[in-house]
């Protein structure tokens, strides 16, 4: 099957053929999008296979030729760190934070992560993947062509399991990479409130065991915060998930200045998400690191909290990714150019930053640098065909509409 | 032609048929969306003729019936404050003011409301018209049943008419209310920069009778603002055109304590737009007057200023009215669904609050409360038909995704 993509106004984030593979990009590189103007663009069974600009395009057949007229042509986003698989909304607990209603008696009145959790200890395991490959196609409607999903919402060995299983099921389901996190430190039992270590005990000892033997999660997530799993518990739980080769990605610094993106580093974290605190000392230990910083400003939007100092980071040269953090609680939208929109007004990244933060970066938070992020000979021709827009920057700009008029995987 | 609506999970804002029209809702009342579960709702060629439950629904036939199970039905959004007919984007402004980019800087690249007029006045009415026509279809997909439109990007009596002419062009062309205010004081043109009271005397003698005397505008807006039209030029402004029964409807308050929110409310000004200034003395001048208070979130979130406080002037009792101030510059956005949404994170109105602000009280900021708003036997039947969502609050909580399913108009 080979798609040949004509007349495209603009072929934006390419890498030559021939040149040492991007793997991520930091500071003032940030700041461009490799882009060919009038350009066509050739996927051979779902792998970019070649490109160039109209003017010297070669005599070639096609099984299916689109004219992209007025139309540019980007990298399907890669969004990595959502918690897409749920049981249920919670917009009651939205309108109980509105009115200023304390976390406690939100929790009574039915929200917080340990009621999501009854709700899906409680669900079918396929209904719960109906809902799931629903809220899936939502988004790649909106351009999302790769994805990491959490586990969380369980809480016990079983709700964990089915969880994951579900992850599982929708990567099959779909043509695009689906990454899975396990996230059993999401939050602490009821059962457990008053023998926290016992949890992170029957985490390490019950549930990873079951999850790395069914092969069910590629990264280690552990929500890192005063309150919830400190640094010493964080420590133990990426200890015993690097035993299993799988690294960790985990939540840091959302509500202090806690320690987690030093203790991610040091652990060699593929990501720390969040950042909402981030000062030099988190800024210092990024440095010289291989772990992405990931924003997730949807969150903090939503919330009505402080944003992540974006430029802060970036003008020290670090690399940023933005991911929507996907969930029920604090962020119910996976709308990626959305995101963009409050990237670019919020963090006052640049559309061109922004972009490369959901792309190749986003790649990079789910080690799929090597296929996904740029338009490259050899990667999975994942794309997204834009409406018909003047300029890069009319996606975050145009805020509220919707720029993708397809999605090719 | 008559529609039948049934099974309809919750039809929201309705009205007894024998009861004291509500004009506008104030203070605690925004609270309350009268509501009627498992509804029927039946339009007669475009009027709402009847609703009722479910239970006693009496025997009648429909040239169509819609099922609307899982569905919600409400009035369709009234958006007030639109400067929907423009020439050109600005996100080449957008990405300017991003990188900090000063307001004289952005003017010169080609940014600001004198190069939206340039563009304008160069543009080919027909081709105005269609692209006009274009963005009016598109917020009326997401669910706008009623709109107001402003000039102020002509600045000469021939740009401003061109301007009015699409407008009524756009209101034969509509199934919808499209209201229309003559904005030609939004900026001084570059040649009166040094003469300004010689464009007012333009405005007032040249600009005014003709757009009068072809019926053009409903409205009569001035952008009261510091180092745009003063206090004592808005009076002028006002004063002149309420000559022509022209109600005053203006820009106030969006970057100072200007008192353009008392001069409003002396010259009986229908609605004071943008209020992000406001404080006690403001509060204390809507108190007792009909002036509606119009607040543009979506501006204040596209430009990354502070927000209007919605809370203080609901708590002190007053009507609040939301609209998008969908505009090239400061808002390229009409989408009222993600209004809503940025209403209630960031203004902290409920959902309740923010529904009534864009239909019952954008309904009376543009006089049409008689004609929408509620579901009233007698009322305009534009109406919009939800998704299948959970609640009302869901509207807003689902932000990013597009929660109306079809208008009916």
Redesign the interface.
């Known amino acids: 099957m080979r798609i040949l993509i004509t007349n495209i106004a603009a072929l934006c984030q390419t890498e030559a053929a021939d040149t040492t593979p991007i793997r991520r990009v930091a500071g003032t590189a940030m700041s461009s999008i490799p882009t060919v103007n009038d350009a066509w663009l050739v996927i051979d069974n779902g792998i970019i296979h070649s490109y160039g600009s109209m003017k010297s395009m070669p005599e070639m057949t096609a099984d299916e030729t689109i004219d992209a007229t007025g139309r540019m042509v980007l990298p399907a986003w890669c969004d990595s760190h959502t918690h897409l698989v749920f049981a249920a909304?919670r917009?009651?607990e939205?309108?109980d934070r509105?009115?200023?209603v304390s976390y406690e008696e939100i929790a009574r009145r039915g929200g917080g992560i340990l009621n999501s959790a009854d709700k899906l200890n409680a669900m079918d395991e396929g209904l719960l993947y109906e809902q799931s490959l629903q809220r899936l196609h939502?988004v790649m409607s909106q351009g999302t062509g790769a994805i990491e999903i959490k586990s969380g919402y369980g809480l016990t060995l079983e709700g964990e399991l089915k969880m994951l299983r579900v992850i599982r099921k929708l990567r099959e389901a779909v043509n695009i990479p689906v990454k899975a996190s396990f996230l059993a430190a999401h939050a602490y039992p009821r059962a457990y409130r008053d023998n926290k270590e016992a949890y992170v005990d029957l985490i390490i000892n019950k549930m990873l065991p079951v999850v790395a033997a069914e092969g069910l999660a590629d990264y280690m997530d552990v929500f890192c915060e005063q309150g919830f799993f400190g640094i010493p518990e964080t420590e133990r739980l990426l200890e015993a998930g690097w035993k299993y080769g799988m690294k960790p990605k985990i939540h840091a610094n959302q509500l202090h200045h806690s320690g987690g993106v030093q203790t991610g580093v040091k652990h060699n974290a593929l990501s720390v998400d969040h950042l909402e605190c981030v000062g030099d000392a988190e800024i210092e230990a990024l440095k010289g690191s291989q772990t992405m910083p990931v924003l997730l400003p949807g969150a903090a939007?939503?919330?009505?909290i402080t944003y992540q100092p974006a430029r802060r980071i970036i003008d020290a040269g670090l690399p940023v990714c933005l991911a929507t953090d996907y969930n029920p609680g604090s962020c119910?939208?996976g709308?990626v150019p959305?995101l963009l929109s409050i990237a670019?007004?919020?963090l006052?990244?640049?559309?061109e930053e922004a972009i490369n933060a959901v792309t190749i970066n986003g790649a990079a938070a789910m080690e799929l640098e090597d296929k996904m992020g740029t338009i490259k000979h050899g990667k999975l021709g994942n794309i997204i065909i834009t409406e018909k827009i003047?300029?890069l920057?009319?996606i975050?700009?145009?805020?509220?509409?919707m720029p993708v008029h397809r999605l090719i995987c």
Chains 1, 2 share one sequence.
Do not use: R
């Open positions: 909304p917009d009651g939205f309108v509105i009115k200023g939502k939007f939503f919330l009505g119910p939208s709308n959305l670019c007004t919020q006052k990244m640049t559309p003047p300029s920057a009319y975050p700009y145009d805020y509220g509409n």
